[in-house]
């Protein structure tokens, strides 16, 4: 059956290196339908504007493609209020916001934050430096062999010290889907917060804000088939408003005075300067897409298309699968016996096959597993099986080609 | 593009039978480097004896490029002064932007190789790092 998603996406119909292209790395970032694109382009080429400020027509059309957007994401997590959603750069810049505001004015010597070594770079420095910067302690959930936790152990850990909890709910290495709600539950329950990159799940899963009853979530645009350059960070109303922001400008002042300043009200607050106009409008457009196509069935594409490729994979001898060998969401990351993740990926690249390689920003996780790098298939709705039957294929070639050249 | 113009015999060779891998006792300086985009790593350690490279090894993590690239450069700097050093680390940059160097100018004949790079932009940067490495630890001494 051919993908009937495929023909959307303009990018994936060209030929690499004179074969036709198989994008698996999703997980980097995804490609963009037509929808996103004409969106972004019909905003430049036909109401351009900024936002908020002007009172002609093309600043209310601007205003309204952007705010518009937003009630999108508003549905998209189900969030309570539009005042909850905050448009951000990507993932990073809104992990940074919650660890440099809401962290630092909330810790102190004695607390505790905890995460896992398997967070990417991007929901691990933040809060590295803000444990270092407030005297709180940095401690680690224990992972278990698979990359999953067990939440017997993960329960001794959290006491009342415990201020907040960072951890990813989809992994990009491992694949794994974390306890988002459990872990809620038992952080809530100490009077901590939970603070979830969710950069992998949001395109891959319904994420339900209110149903995980999480703290904060942050997600980028260009990874759920939006561009590049625009990110949610989700915060609960009563959170939100006891921050301070930390980026100062136009757009997010009520009133300048000379010695001091007063806020807008959210979600603007946080939103100085002129905002990601198109990337919002864009990211719209991409969620559009997804609701259309039904983010229940891309969940369930994503995740047969990575027990298939793990199938597949794992009748390769010589080749190792990390992470869990069931419940594996759209990726599947791997080595190929000693043939360093470089040499496969450039190999794979010769056939027109992308994929990742190298430590996927998690040096620590990379520790935790022994590997100094590998490398990573990813899936996302425009891949099929014909897809990973090419990795396979690939795969074999690039032992054969090592196993020649190493004789 | 062909694969084999990059994973030419000699280079596989090095790959596998690294010349010069390991550490001694009486370095004179030793640099880490890392190319943190990618996690590859190589630690080099010099022996600097009256103006001229005596000693040169490596340890190291990465991929077949990036550590044969390594045990080349620690085999032909071996009795090399500073600045002819320098030279070659100028001579192999040029010649992984693809510029048409004079190959006989190594002092080792395996590096022409390593030509066949600069065809793959990707990974240029796996071939420069131990020399990188080479001219951070001449220039921190000389």
Known sequence: ?407 | MSLDDLYRRVIMDHYQHPRNKGTFEDGTVSIELNNPTCGDRISLQLHLEEGKITKAMFTGEGCSISLSSASMMTEAVKGLTYEQALELVDLFSRMMLGEDVDVEKFPLEDIEALTGVAKFPARIKCATLAWKALEKGVNEHK
């Open chain 1, 1 to 407: 059956m051919t993908n009937p998603w495929k023909k959307d996406f303009p990018i994936l119909h060209q030929q690499v290196n004179g074969h036709p292209l198989v994008y698996l790395d999703s997980g980097a970032t995804s490609q963009k339908p037509y929808p996103v694109i004409e969106a972004m382009s019909q905003y430049y080429e036909g109401y351009n504007s900024n936002v908020h400020r002007g009172v002609h027509t093309l600043g209310t059309k601007a205003t309204d493609g952007f705010e518009g957007a937003r009630e999108k994401i508003r549905k998209f997590i189900n969030a309570k209020s539009v005042q909850e959603i905050i448009y951000t750069r990507g993932t990073t810049t809104a992990i940074n916001l919650v660890a440099s505001s809401y962290a630092r004015m909330n810790l102190q010597p004695g607390d505790e934050i905890i995460t896992t070594v398997a967070e990417h770079h991007s929901n691990f420095i933040p809060w590295q430096q803000a444990a270092k910067a407030t005297g709180a302690t940095f401690k680690f959930f224990p992972l278990e062999a698979d990359g999953t936790l067990d939440l017997a152990k993960v329960a001794e850990m959290i006491t009342p010290q415990t201020k907040v909890i960072a951890i990813h709910h989809l992994s990009n290495v491992m694949g794994t889907v974390q306890p988002i709600k459990e872990l809620a539950q038992m952080i809530h329950a100490v009077g901590g917060v939970i603070s979830v990159d969710g950069a992998q799940a949001a395109p891959h899963m319904r994420v339900d804000v209110q149903d995980l009853d999480v703290d904060f979530y942050q997600f980028s645009g260009h990874k759920m088939m939006g561009p590049t350059g625009i990110g949610v960070l989700y915060g609960k109303k009563a959170l939100l408003e006891q921050m301070e922001p930390i980026e100062f400008g136009g757009e997010m002042i009520d009133f300048v005075d000379l010695y001091d300043s007063t806020w807008k009200e959210l979600p603007w607050k946080f939103e100085g300067g002129t905002p990601i106009i198109a990337g919002a409008i864009g990211l719209g457009a991409a969620i559009d897409y997804l609701e259309a196509v039904g983010m229940d069935t891309i969940e369930e594409h994503d995740r047969k298309l990575a027990t298939y490729a793990a199938e597949q994979m794992g009748q390769i001898e010589g080749l190792t699968i990390y992470g869990p060998k069931s419940e594996r969401t759209g990726l599947v990351t791997f080595n190929l016996g000693d043939v360093h993740p470089h040499d496969v990926a450039t190999v794979l690249d010769a056939e027109g096959i992308a994929v990742r390689a190298g430590h996927h920003c998690c040096q620590p996780l990379m520790r935790w597993l022994k590997a100094s790098a590998t490398a990573r298939a990813s899936f996302y709705l425009y891949n099929d099986e014909s897809d990973i039957d090419a990795l396979v294929k690939g795969l074999k070639k690039t032992k054969e080609y090592f196993g020649h050249v190493f004789r």
